[in-house]
């Protein structure tokens, strides 16, 4: 029994040490993550019913591929009406700028009618001039002194009148200048009303923001949607990196931009290499499992390892979202990297 128990023994503690993860040494830090990829939603900017999805799950799409088209039997209706009402307005302009040069030939008239009037008012008051001086000497009858005066007063009458034309023509001008003002303002209205129902109907056919791959397709042809509602999911191959977390004691030695060698589970014969972009300022929790006081005392930083965009447009096929790895980092700058985490990549 004696001889069983130390073979037992041994053999736990032989299995111990093969199981106890070799790692590079005092001098680095690792931690476990999953790789992430900045996800993109496609969305409908306006409620409506999906007409068409032209991209299935996997697909891989560039930067301005159209990936799905809303119906838009209403927007070109309203797109019409606009355009309608916009030549109406047009016309309208053309019909207020007819009326201002109708009003300035009036205004011609009325004022050539004043100046015959004031030349009429001239010769009257010569005449009448003459005919006091005649009638004072007895050389005329005091009925044609009579005419004449009647004569001066009518002119001047006339005068005033013809000048209360002038005034008329230069407010009705007015007018019809503030009509054309109207007018103009209603051709820019009706512009802009079309502009923007151009723009919802552009915004109708759903267009990939980037380079990326469908990750979901969150509707179906058919379905209606309310205004954002999603249609499709992308993820962003370009934008590519692994969240992992650090305790206090080594996320204080972590500089932006530190190399960083990665290890997947789906791929232990590559180490992909990678540098810090984010540390978190503030710790995210404390470790669920813990065996020590001191260890629950211990807090996590999260650090994000983003992938270099060269290689991640080199082996896109390749790149999946949310496969688990292990991260390693140097603290001690002199540190050399070991044989086991030489960058090695798909080829």
Same mark, same amino acid.
């Given at each position: 029994?004696?001889?069983?128990?130390?073979?037992?023994?041994?053999? *736990?503690?032989?299995? @111990?040490?093969?199981?106890?993860?070799?790692?590079?040494?005092?001098?680095?830090?690792?931690?476990?993550?999953?790789?992430?990829?900045?996800?993109?939603? %496609?969305?409908?900017?306006?409620?409506?019913?999906?007409?068409?999805?032209?991209?299935?799950?996997?697909?891989?799409?560039?930067?301005?591929?159209?990936?799905?088209?809303?119906?838009?039997?209403?927007?070109?209706?309203?797109?019409? +009406?606009?355009?309608?009402?916009?030549?109406?307005? %047009?016309?309208?302009?053309?019909?207020?700028?007819?009326?201002?040069?109708?009003?300035?030939?009036?205004?011609?008239?009325?004022?050539?009618?004043?100046?015959?009037?004031?030349?009429?008012?001239?010769?009257?008051?010569? /005449? #009448?001039? /003459?005919?006091?001086?005649? $009638?004072?000497?007895?050389?005329?009858?005091?009925?044609?002194?009579?005419?004449?005066?009647?004569?001066?007063? @009518?002119?001047?009458?006339?005068? &005033?009148?013809?000048?209360?034309?002038?005034?008329?023509?230069? +407010?009705?001008?007015?007018?019809?200048?503030?009509?054309?003002?109207?007018?103009?303002?209603?051709?820019?209205?009706?512009?802009?009303?079309?502009?923007?129902?151009?723009?919802?109907?552009?915004?109708?056919?759903?267009?990939?923001?980037?380079?990326? /791959?469908?990750?979901?397709?969150?509707?179906?042809?058919?379905?209606?949607?309310?205004?954002?509602?999603?249609?499709?999911?992308?993820?962003?191959?370009?934008?590519?990196?692994?969240?992992?977390? !650090?305790?206090? &004691? +080594?996320? @204080?030695?972590?500089?932006?931009? $530190?190399?960083?060698?990665?290890?997947?589970?789906?791929?232990?014969?590559?180490?992909?290499?990678?540098?810090?972009? #984010?540390?978190? $300022?503030?710790?995210?929790? &404390?470790?669920?499992?813990?065996?020590? *006081?001191?260890?629950?005392?211990?807090?996590?930083?999260?650090?994000?390892?983003?992938?270099?965009?060269?290689? !991640?447009?080199?082996?896109?096929?390749?790149?999946?979202?949310?496969?688990?790895?292990?991260?390693?980092?140097?603290?001690?700058?002199?540190?050399?990297?070991?044989?086991?985490?030489?960058?090695?990549?798909?080829?």
């Amino acid at each position: 029994m004696i001889a069983i128990a130390v073979i037992v023994v041994v053999m *736990a503690v032989a299995l @111990g040490l093969k199981l106890k993860p070799a790692g590079p040494g005092a001098g680095f830090v690792s931690g476990n993550g999953r790789v992430e990829a900045t996800e993109v939603d %496609i969305a409908t900017k306006l409620a409506g019913r999906v007409q068409n999805i032209l991209v299935d799950e996997g697909d891989f799409v560039q930067a301005g591929q159209l990936l799905a088209q809303m119906q838009v039997d209403v927007l070109n209706a309203q797109y019409d +009406a606009a355009k309608a009402q916009l030549q109406q307005a %047009i016309t309208a302009v053309a019909s207020a700028e007819a009326q201002v040069v109708a009003r300035q030939s009036d205004m011609a008239a009325a004022q050539a009618a004043t100046a015959q009037r004031q030349a009429e008012l001239g010769a009257a008051k010569s /005449r #009448y001039a /003459r005919t006091k001086t005649l $009638s004072a000497s007895g050389a005329i009858s005091l009925q044609d002194h009579d005419d004449d005066v009647a004569r001066l007063h @009518g002119a001047e009458a006339a005068v &005033t009148a013809a000048q209360a034309q002038v005034a008329a023509a230069q +407010a009705a001008i007015k007018a019809a200048e503030a009509q054309v003002i109207g007018a103009n303002s209603a051709v820019t209205a009706s512009k802009a009303t079309a502009a923007s129902i151009e723009a919802d109907i552009l915004d109708c056919q759903l267009k990939s923001p980037r380079d990326g /791959r469908v990750q979901y397709r969150v509707a179906q042809p058919g379905e209606v949607l309310a205004a954002g509602g999603k249609v499709l999911n992308l993820v962003d191959l370009s934008d590519v990196y692994l969240t992992f977390f !650090l305790p206090e &004691t +080594a996320v @204080g030695k972590v500089a932006l931009g $530190s190399e960083v060698r990665v290890i997947l589970d789906a791929a232990p014969q590559y180490v992909i290499p990678a540098q810090v972009s #984010y540390v978190a $300022s503030v710790a995210q929790f &404390t470790p669920k499992t813990v065996e020590t *006081a001191t260890e629950r005392q211990k807090l996590m930083f999260r650090v994000k390892a983003q992938f270099g965009r060269p290689l !991640l447009q080199k082996n896109l096929k390749l790149v999946k979202t949310g496969v688990p790895g292990v991260a390693w980092l140097k603290l001690d700058a002199k540190a050399a990297w070991p044989e086991s985490l030489a960058i090695k990549v798909p080829q």
